[in-house]
């Protein structure tokens, strides 16, 4: 017996083998696989990339991927020789159920490029399931005058398997009495009739047992049993019959419990208690039994639990309607259960990519599939994005999607974008699933670093200390990281004459610049640096910003007298006619300021005088006129202090002395000042130049103003009695005014100063007047000035 268990299971697993190498090759064009249910793990399924035609290499570096459905993997793929292998051991009664063929789909999912390959496993039954009836004992109560031919249902087996391994036939034994029909229902299930064969007598045999065999078309095939009780009754005539021999509800999955579903009738003509009916479920299965409850008094089939149409969409319940005597009538209900929307979409995620970098074309983000296990337009599906954001959903095969990017992204403009995937069915009312990715946009040195200003004007006072700091730039780059930190430097200077680099310096982390030495506003007033920003992207860019430094001036040059000369030679002596009227011009003191602004604003001030309120200083020009009129008890020698004194904070001054002789007339022999008399003992010519200059100036001008009289009254004189007079014709200058004896300067006069550095003897002299010729050249002869201050 041994032996031949172990031939037959032999010949079993040939016979397997031939099929599954059969419907392998049968379904190779249509890219299905197939293998034996409960094939041990790690089985291989076939040679993916022989089956592509892709090198075995080729599978890793497209990233090869099994996407199945739902959340058990079965199948798993090696990269290394492009094999499929089972991944567990196969049931197919737990994956399909009742369900031929059962077909497990899966998708090859390959990037660079994208491309989704659809399999399909089929799994082949075996016959690894015995046929079980429902109940293993079954009692039957037949009225002993029952006609032959009667047709008695009994209870019927359920054999898990599939096809010829499916339950096939029954049998009955002993069968003498009765043999058993095998028939089907709608569903494919079939079911055993018991059939009278041959009239019963209670009185020889009042009750039968029956062996109720249940055969599969399994090799070998495999059995189930179940006894069958036969009682003969007396005669009770009349069995139960109900109204319908078939009902059909249809009835919504949501439906609450305890609703009822639909009433069942039967009637028995009998009376008494041989008509009285109750209700009962015949052969129900425990689903049926959870899932329905029947009144046994009304008939009335509620719901005990809630339906659900993804899991089982139809129900046959057995109802059988006995009566007192014990005889009994059958009906079948079906049960249509009707799908409404109460499953929203699901999305499953195969693969994110980020961050992405910015400025790449269309970029594949997501890979993702939906699915709704609804039927009809309850599954069927929708699915979007906001339209703001600069992606794409594009669909694929089998409910796949890839989310892309449409164009290049700015990741300046925005780093993150969160999308909300909104898969949505086409059911009333409609259900929805968001899904929500967030994406990382990683940086690109596309920015160059931009100043807060291109000009920047900078002040530092004169005379600073040495490594001052005198401002800041600033660069701000709109990248990330290193692509952001900035660094600063001083560009070379346009004018290639400044010496830059020991005037300012730059700070390369934070812009600040510093004056590296102490600047000087007389030296230098003003200059421009340019000053240049990089970030640490590579490559590096950079930008560049003009800094303009103004130097600032301090009051640190105090006033220098030009006109009259304190070099320490002779002193200068002012000539004064005593018919000088209030007003009179002595002179004008000459001051420069080496500084600017107030600082260079000079004014000045008589500080000591000989006689006070005689002579007075205008204090914005420096003219030194008399005060009044003089007279004949005025000293002739005066001695003036005038100071001449800045507008600058702290204000700086300077003195200088004049020396004023009063004369009654240029003719007059100069008069030296006791305390001078020295320094004219030293024969110095300037004084005596000067006072010649004067004295031909004013003789010049007098000289010319009779000239004019005496012409204007010739010609008047001419023009009435008809002659004329003769005089001396030539041009005389018209810018020669008397002045009343306010002085013996022209209204408008020029200073020419001209000084010389060196020691010795300063000089001065008055060039501008129009004087004669011989007066002028015998001046210029005597000129030979190495300080000097011209006047006219």
Not at 592 to 612: C, H, I
Request: charged share 20%; proline share 6%.
């Amino acid at each position: 017996m041994e032996a031949r268990g172990d031939s037959f299971l032999r010949q079993r697993q040939v016979l397997f083998l031939f099929v599954f190498l059969g419907v392998s090759l049968a379904e190779s064009e249509s890219r299905r696989y197939s293998v034996v249910e409960e094939t041990e793990r790690g089985f291989l399924i076939a040679n993916l990339a022989k089956d592509l035609g892709l090198g075995v290499g080729e599978l890793a570096v497209r990233g090869a991927q099994v996407v199945s459905k739902g959340n058990r993997q079965h199948i798993q793929l090696n990269h290394q020789n492009g094999d499929l292998l089972l991944h567990e051991k196969l049931d197919r009664e737990e994956l399909c159920g009742p369900t031929e063929p059962c077909v497990l789909h899966f998708q090859i999912l390959l990037q660079n490029p994208l491309q989704f390959i659809t399999y399909e496993l089929q799994v082949i039954d075996v016959n690894d399931h015995s046929p079980v009836f429902f109940e293993h004992e079954m009692q039957l109560k037949l009225l002993e005058n029952t006609p032959p031919g009667t047709i008695i249902p009994l209870g019927n087996a359920e054999d898990l398997d599939v096809g010829r391994n499916s339950l096939q036939n029954y049998t009955v034994t002993p069968n003498s009495h009765f043999h058993v029909l095998t028939r089907s229902r709608r569903d494919g299930r079939k079911y055993p009739l018991l059939v009278l064969d041959k009239a019963l007598d209670r009185e020889e045999q009042p009750e039968l047992i029956l062996t109720l065999t249940a055969l599969d078309g399994g090799s070998p095939p495999r059995s189930g049993i179940a006894q069958v009780h036969i009682v003969v009754l007396d005669i009770n005539d009349n069995a139960p019959e109900f109204t319908q021999s078939l009902y059909e509800v249809q009835v919504l999955e949501n439906s609450p419990i305890n609703s009822v579903l639909v009433t069942v009738s039967a009637s028995d003509l009998d009376t008494g208690n041989l008509g009285t009916v109750s209700y009962a479920f015949f052969h129900a299965s425990e689903e049926i039994r959870k899932t329905f409850q029947l009144n046994p008094i009304t008939g009335d089939i509620q719901l005990v639990k809630y339906l659900n149409y993804e899991v089982m969409n139809t129900y046959e319940v057995d109802i059988e309607a006995k009566d007192g005597g014990g005889l009994s009538g059958k009906t079948t209900v079906i049960v249509q259960v009707v799908d409404v929307n109460d499953n929203p979409p699901e999305l499953t995620l195969s693969s994110i990519a980020s961050p992405i970098p910015e400025n790449s074309p269309e970029t594949v983000v997501a890979v993702f599939s939906v699915s709704d296990p609804d039927s009809g337009d309850n599954g069927r599906i929708m699915c979007s994005i906001e339209s703001n954001l600069p992606f794409n959903l594009k669909p694929s095969e089998e409910n796949f999607y890839t989310l892309v990017t449409n164009g290049a992204l700015d990741r300046e403009s925005q780093a993150e974008y969160n999308i909300t995937i909104t898969v949505s069915d086409l059911g009333t009312p409609r259900l929805k699933t968001q899904h929500n990715i967030t994406v990382t946009v990683s940086d690109v040195n596309d920015n160059a670093p931009a100043f807060s200003q291109t000009t920047y004007t900078l002040r530092v006072r004169e005379n600073n200390s040495p490594a001052l700091h005198i401002g800041t730039v600033s660069a701000t780059d709109r990248d990330a990281g290193a692509n952001a930190q900035v660094t600063y430097s001083l560009l070379p200077p346009r004018d290639p004459h400044l010496p830059l680099a020991s005037l300012v310096s730059i700070n390369a982390d934070n812009g600040q610049l510093f004056a590296l030495r102490s600047l000087d506003y007389e030296a230098l007033q003003a200059f421009e640096v340019r000053v240049g920003a990089a970030d640490r992207g590579s490559p590096a860019l950079s930008s560049q910003a003009l800094v303009r430094v103004l130097v600032l001036d301090d009051n640190d040059n105090a006033p220098f007298v030009l006109y009259p000369l304190q070099n320490g030679s002779a002193p200068c002596t002012e000539l004064v006619p005593r018919a000088a009227e209030a007003g009179y011009l002595v002179t004008k003191v000459v001051a420069v300021d080496g500084d600017s602004g107030q600082n260079a604003w000079l004014s000045f001030q008589l500080l000591k005088a000989t006689e006070p309120g005689l002579f007075g200083v205008w204090a914005h020009n420096g003219e030194v006129r008399t005060a009044r009129l003089l007279s004949e008890r005025d000293a002739v020698r005066h001695r003036l202090l005038v100071l001449v004194k800045d507008n600058g904070e702290p204000p700086l001054s300077a003195s200088v002395t004049l020396h004023v002789l009063l004369v009654d007339g240029f003719s007059q022999p100069y008069l030296p000042l006791p305390d001078v008399a020295a320094a004219e003992a030293r024969a110095d010519p300037l004084t005596v130049y000067l006072v010649i200059a004067l004295a031909s100036v004013s003789s010049l001008f007098l000289c010319s103003a009779l000239a004019f009289v005496a012409v204007r009254l010739c010609r008047r004189s001419g023009a009435a009695s008809g002659g004329g007079c003769a005089v001396p014709e030539g041009h005389f200058p018209g810018h020669l005014v008397d002045v009343s004896g306010a002085g013996t300067l022209s209204q408008s006069y020029q200073y020419e100063v001209c000084l010389a550095g060196g020691t010795g003897t300063s000089e001065f002299k008055f060039l501008k007047p129009i004087i004669p010729s011989g007066l002028e050249r015998e001046i210029k002869e005597n000129s030979n000035c190495r300080n000097s201050f011209v006047f006219s």
